[in-house]
């Protein structure tokens, strides 16, 4: 029981009298990467927004690591461990890469430092600011994009803003990552090697993923669990195999 | 030489005016709002200065407190009038701020009176070099302007709280979502608008020492125009529309045939240069996402 890290309870909104998503219950354990998956429009992008703070459920709850967030604004949430990126890319494209990720490590405690020792340049604004770009390069160095540091984000290829928002996402140090179709967009070639990323996120720093993905092979090659979605409700959950070869989430997919 | 002179008291007064136009570009480019009241932050930190000055005399600790009495007053604008109609419509929050630039004039009519204070903060007299007379004013405001806008560039490049700055900015939600305290960072600009101010205020007292409750409308809106032509929330944009706008200030009015139409002549260069470059000197294209 311990080692469930995000669980949601009957989690669902309505917005005026449509219900977008109603009853969802996941479970995710701690290192899992689990996979939200669902035709269009089925509600995969607003229980991510829920589970961000971005919008408030009407029914349910949600825990991470037993904690009900629930209601939360988004930096609370944020501060507690969920962090995300998005299906429409949303980087700070006038900053460079590494301020991308800089962004990401300012409310960490072990990189405090008050805006007074800012101001007047003491030591520990020097200290302080050398660990943490010591640890962007790290972050960046996970995703591959460490050679590209200085150049401004809006520059970047889109394979590689996709990879700059995860370090981002990585950087404000989650116990949980939220994955918005991280894959769309790219090569084969381009989504094998965020599948070796995602996998090593997950190793090096103990991660729990969850993402929301079209491609079924990236899903089925990294998931041990899935949950569909489909008009809001859950369809089908569990064995990411079993789950997607069942005969009502294919009828969804391609209709009939 | 009497070209040096004038460019010089351009200069001068340009960074004043770009001092008053960060206020409202950071705003802009923080929040989203244009701040009319930012220019009334001026006139009280002149009525701060001058209560201090009759009270102790030091125009340092005039300015000192003016400074803090300032950051104070913006911050309680802030909180109690703008971040209320956080989500508010922009007209709203508009028409909420040309309020409190009223509320701000017509308080310091009624503590003050109409009439004008005179404020002489120091005589430093003129410098002579080289066949050049500068009024030493002038020296201590271009010097103390770029040193402080110096210092702002390196806070906002260099620091933490800088750098959320800037995300917020860019993407306010995006920015949320990454941890950072939005709110938190509005109160910031608003303290760094107000002080600035406040600099303004004296640097404006040492050139003339006629102080009224309306000492801030014009520059204000002369400062806003800067921050325009520069590109609206752009932090170098505001100090080269400032300097632009002063420099020009300054040549017209050392020109008999035009000097009576200085104002309009600033005005006319605004309309040219957004003719031109609708988004300003410096500033982005913002594409609109879907």
New interface residues.
Partial sequence: MTDVILKTENLGISFGGLKAVQDVNIEIKKKQLYGLVGPNGAGKTTVFNML???YHPTTGKFYLDGEDLTGKS??TI??KGI??T?Q?I??????TVI?NV???L??QEE?K?S?IE??LRLPR?FD??KR?RERAKEILRVVGLEEERNFLSCNLPYGKQRKLEIA??L??NPKILLLDEPAAGMNPHETEDLMNIITRIRDDYDMTVLLIEHDMKFVSGLCDEVTVLNFGTVLAQGDTKTALNDPEVIKAYIGG | MKFIETLLNGLSMGSTYAMIALGYTMVYGIAKMLNFAHGDIIMVGGYMIFLSMTAVGNPVLGLAAAVIFCVVLGITIEKIAYKPLRGASPLAVLITAIGVSYLLQSSAQMIFGSAPKMVIIADLGNLEFAGLKVPVYTLVTLGCSVVIMLALNL?VK????G??M??VS??K??????????NGIIT?TFAIGSALAAFAGFFMLMKSPSLTNTLGAMPGIKAFTAAVIGGIGSIPGAMVGGILIGVVEAISLTVPAIAAYTDAIEFLILIVILLVRPTGILG?KRRE?V
């Fill in positions: 961000t703070g971005v988004q930096e944020n501060h962090a995300r998005f429409n949303r980087l700070f494209n006038n900053m301020s800089l962004v990401g300012h409310n990189f430092c805006m800012s101001m604004h302080c600011e943490m981002r996402a950087a404000t | 806070f260099y620091t933490k709280i750098r959320a800037i995300a860019e993407d939600g995006a920015a949320q979502l990454m941890g950072i305290n939005v910031v982005k996402k």
